[in-house]
């Protein structure tokens, strides 16, 4: 087992080598939808791509999430599938959000023998989910 440090310091190494296997913008948070955001997540079991919307307001998240799975035939035929959407997903802290992921079984962070793997897997859904909402953010994004 790893100490707490060294765990820090294995995420950091972690990050930076994702960073210079593939050095571009991420959209991530950067959405210009509040709450809205794009994530990469890796534990010792997983590596995820999610899509988070975490508004405080249920009717907009609902909303938002509603737009995302009226597209969902689309997204699957055109960009990724075997996404799971979950409409009302609760956080470790209790909060519920609306999630939309696909995850890599069997991968772990600690061990680098799987970092290019979850690089290339994390380069090919999130880009597939940024060229997605690249193309359909004006309908996303209208909700009013």
Known sequence: MYSKEETQKLKREFWVSFAEKYPRKWVLYDTKIKDFSFKFY???KKA???IDIEHRNDDKRNAYF???EALKNILE???IKDLVFERNYVLENGKKISRIWIERLGVSVS???YWDEIFDF???KMNALELFYSEYDEFIKDIE
Do not use: A, M, P, S
């Open 42 to 44: 890796v534990d010792n």
């Open 48 to 50: 995820q791509v999610l």
């Open 66 to 68: 509603d737009k995302i």
């Open 77 to 79: 035929e055109e960009f």
């Open 111 to 113: 061990n680098r023998n």
């Open 122 to 124: 994390y380069n090919e």
